[in-house]
């Protein structure tokens, strides 16, 4: 069964930088994202990348996140600058496959203080 490992959250002030890793332990995908989910409200999309290479994001993190992916590892990545005390949630990687269900990742903890 494929499973995706997540990584690389954290403490970390506003205005600081952290970047979150997802790695597949095998399958082939139409596309993989990131999502948060904060205490108390419903989980929101905030970054995906297509197998094209085609990217989207919420419009809350345009200009400070980049997701970006290693094929070779069938790893993503999100690169998060300048975070705000909003951006703290759990974050989840998603992978869309070709052939079987959508994936969920276990979620890392990103809290950003004041």
């Known amino acids: 069964q494929v499973q995706l490992v997540e990584s690389g959250g954290g403490l970390v002030q506003a205005g600081g930088s952290l970047r979150l890793s997802c790695t597949a332990s095998?399958?082939?995908?139409?596309?993989m994202a990131w999502y948060r989910q904060a205490l108390g409200e419903p989980r929101e999309l905030v970054a995906q990348?297509?197998?094209?290479?085609?990217?989207n994001y919420a419009d809350s993190v345009k200009g400070r996140f980049t997701i970006s992916r290693d094929n070779g590892r069938r790893t993503i990545y999100l690169q998060m600058n300048n975070l705000k005390a909003e951006d703290t949630a759990v974050y989840f990687c998603?992978?869309?496959?070709?052939?079987?269900?959508?994936?969920w990742g276990q979620g890392t903890q990103v809290t950003v203080s004041p």
């Open positions: 998603n992978a869309v496959q070709m052939f079987g269900p959508a994936l």
């Open positions: 095998g399958g082939i995908f139409s596309g």
């Open positions: 990348i297509f197998s094209g290479g085609n990217t």
